[in-house]
């Protein structure tokens, strides 16, 4: 009797081995196959990583696959190389990174290209209305050729990018130039250019050379606002640029994987989950605001971070890797710093320009001259009605969506918490209602105290407020809010509106500070800037920095020279300086060298949650000491924190406690990083506490 043949296949779970099965006599599968097996009394479809291997299982254990699926698309042994990357950087099983890539879905091949078609079609349609309604002849010339480029595809021939029309100034040339010769040498190249001088257009020019040398390019966003800002722009140079994130729907992503899989050379455009495609052939891979902290995937695992593993990505693929932004990752000048990275500039903007200037103001002291309206200095008013008198738009930031971001009773000093959190619940308008933002957990809002029947007043105000107050001091004027209240089918056209300059003063969150590029917006307003600067975290001034920096280049994009009014508590705060051309960010570095923080370590947090708060303080006491008992012994052992309670320490009726490890940067990294995951598996295991446990590298 011939031996059974055994494989290993990943599973889409956490698993810290790849489990053993067997072929039935006649099967043969090769690594990448999908199959479907039992695990754990439920049938899962898996990915071939192994064939035969001599199991280190007892052989008259192992089961029989129950089947190949022979419909789904076979993964490539470099995605296989790429999950076991992202597995080990991010200590979380390729079970789990598998998952992430390959959501279940079945779709035949001639379903995809009928649906290409369609889509083909509808985009043709819309090219020739708008020909037809263009006015100036640049402009109809322009759509004209991306006509001809989409019906070339429609017959199936691959189109002519239009790659020659871009056109690079000399100084963006110069930065080509530079990272060309990094990329010959092997190094990712940090675009550090200001909003705003072109850097979209220098991504372009070097795409087009890749697609031109018949390699496949990926192009990353953190959001998909800023993809769908970016489609048309990168569409009218690329006609068969394919979109990638989680706002198109299911069946047009695994269209997509089906097209990148069949191209020879393609080019994506996505959010952090395009990385999980089947790349092949990649030449180049462009991360667009590399600093953007929406790269950061929280939960579930993978933990994974688009910037680093892109980079991850560019080395299974023998890929270049241009990261740009207008206020780069510490992380990214730190490796610029250390010669992994080369840095180029850009300083000035395309349409010359000055860039926005900037006015702090102190609202303790206007306060105290009486100079406050509500939210409103008298001197930010004044500046509104001058930017809207000359027919120019204004956009208002407030950190807080919500009309009151809390509310208290007036008699006895309560304020009503969420049942389920450790937070104040805020008050929405319209109908009236408490929210929590942690949970969700929403109840009416009578106005009346819970526990005295004293009534309730809003504390602070949110941007439904700051609307309100709008409202009723500029009336007459279009006004209208973005927030995570905004419906998601509302936002686009509120972002079109404002573009189009019918929407005169735009009230928003942090959504409204992301790359967007509008004309006639001349004054950016912060309000209580203290929320954006105050939080309790080492980072906090870094981002603090980078969001007001991309705001302020948001006003005043072509010639005319905007203006960034800033409301705070504290102008004394080192950012505003910072901001103004101050301090830099050698500082920033120096301070985190200092004090041992990231970049110069490395940081693991772990989180332990819990809906029993001994159980939940018992249990990560005793991971701390397992920890401890792991690193026991090496030379320089990582410093581990904890466990405390986070500032917000119960979520959704789980409480929540942290332990914090920060590892020296040194060869032992690795090893002592495994070690880590491994004392935590063990600790997870043998208390039956795994689903408590989440493990975050590098977190934001
Ligand atoms: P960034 O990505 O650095 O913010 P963009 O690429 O969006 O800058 O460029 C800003 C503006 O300048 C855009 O309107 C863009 O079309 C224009 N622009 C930049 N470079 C060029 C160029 N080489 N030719 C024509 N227009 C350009
Ligand atoms: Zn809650």
């Avoid at 979109?243 to 994506?268: D, I, P």
């Avoid at 300083?347 to 926005?356: L, N, P, V």
């Avoid at 209208?480 to 509302?490: I, S, Y």
């Avoid at 901001?579 to 985190?592: F, I, M």
Wanted: some cysteine; hydrophobic content about 40%; proline content about 6%.
């Amino acid at each position: 009797m011939p031996s059974p043949t055994f494989i290993q296949v990943i599973l889409p779970l956490r698993l810290e081995w790849e489990p053993y099965y067997g072929l039935p006599e006649g099967v043969q599968v090769h690594v990448g196959d999908r199959v479907r097996v039992m695990f754990a009394r439920k049938e899962y479809v898996g990915a071939v990583s192994a064939v035969n291997v001599k199991p280190l299982t007892e052989e008259s254990r192992i089961l029989p696959i129950l089947g190949v699926e022979e419909g789904l698309p076979k993964v490539l042994p470099e995605e296989i190389q790429f999950w076991r990357a992202v597995s080990e950087y991010y200590l979380c099983s390729v079970g789990e990174v598998y998952k992430a890539a390959y959501p279940a879905l079945k779709l035949d091949q001639e379903e995809v290209e009928a649906r290409v078609r369609e889509r083909l079609e509808a985009r043709l349609e819309r090219l020739k209305e708008k020909a037809e309604k263009a006015r100036r002849d640049d402009t109809r010339e322009r759509y004209k050729s991306e006509i001809e480029a989409v019906e070339a595809l429609l017959r199936g021939e691959k189109p002519v990018s239009c790659a020659a029309s871009v056109t690079l100034s000399p100084t963006q040339e110069t930065a080509a130039e530079t990272a060309r010769k990094a990329f010959a040498s092997g190094k990712t190249v940090l675009l550090h250019g200001v909003t705003g001088s072109g850097k979209t257009e220098i991504y372009l020019k070097l795409a087009g050379e890749t697609l031109a040398n018949g390699r496949s390019v990926l192009f990353l966003v953190p959001e998909i606002a800023l993809s769908r800002q970016l489609e048309d722009r990168i569409a009218a140079v690329f006609p068969d640029v394919q979109v990638f994130h989680s706002g198109v729907s299911a069946a047009r992503r695994a269209q997509v994987a089906v097209h990148v899989r069949n191209s020879s050379s393609y080019l994506v455009l996505g959010t952090r989950s395009a990385l999980f495609l089947p790349h092949h052939n990649l030449g180049l891979i462009i991360v667009d605001e590399e600093h953007d902290t929406s790269y950061k995937q929280d939960a579930p695992a993978p933990r994974y971070n688009a910037r680093e593993s892109a980079i991850m990505l560019s080395v299974i693929q023998k890929a270049n890797v241009i990261l740009g932004s207008a206020t780069p990752s510490l992380e990214s000048l730190y490796n610029a710093e250390t010669g992994r990275f080369v840095k180029v500039d850009l300083k000035e903007r395309f349409h010359s320009g000055e860039e926005a200037e900037i006015r702090i103001i102190d609202t303790v002291a206007e306060r105290r001259k009486r100079g406050m309206t509500g939210s409103f200095s008298r001197k930010l008013l004044a500046e509104i009605q001058e930017t809207l008198d000359m027919g120019e738009q204004v956009l208002v930031l407030r950190a807080r969506r919500s009309y009151a971001p809390s509310v208290q009773c007036t008699e006895c000093g309560e304020i009503p918490r969420c049942p389920h959190c450790h937070v104040p619940m805020s008050l929405h308008r319209g109908p009236d209602r408490l929210v929590c933002h942690y949970c969700g957990h929403t109840e009416p809002y009578t106005g009346v105290c819970p526990s005295c029947q004293g009534a309730l007043q809003p504390l602070g105000a949110g941007t439904q407020k700051v609307e309100e107050e709008l409202t009723s001091l500029f009336p007459g004027r279009r006004i209208a809010r973005l927030d995570g209240d905004t419906p998601d089918t509302e936002e686009a056209a509120i972002i079109r509106r404002f573009a189009e300059g019918d929407i005169d003063i735009l009230v928003g969150t942090q959504i409204i500070t992301k790359g967007f590029d509008f004309d006639g917006l001349r004054l950016v307003a912060v309000l209580q800037a203290d929320s954006l600067v105050g939080v309790q975290d080492f980072r906090a001034d870094e981002r603090a920095f980078q969001l007001l920096e991309q705001f302020r280049g948001r006003s005043g994009r072509r010639g005319t020279p905007g203006r960034i009014v800033i409301q705070t508590r504290e102008p004394e705060h080192p950012v505003y300086a910072r901001l103004s051309g101050g301090s830099g960010d050698t500082d920033l570095l120096a301070e985190r060298r200092l004090f041992g923080y990231p970049p110069y370590t490395r940081l693991v947090h772990i989180s332990l949650k819990d809906s029993n708060e001994k159980r939940l303080d018992f249990l990560s006491k005793e991971l701390r000491h397992a920890l401890l008992a792991a690193f026991s012994g090496v030379d320089t052992p990582p410093a581990v924190v904890g466990p405390y309670a986070p500032a917000v320490d119960r979520i959704a009726g789980e409480s929540i406690r942290q332990i914090r490890v920060s590892f020296p940067r040194n060869k032992a990294l690795t090893a002592l990083k495994k070690a880590l995951a491994s004392a935590v598996d063990d600790f997870g295991r043998e208390r039956k506490y795994t689903a408590h446990i989440a493990v975050d590298v590098d977190p934001i």
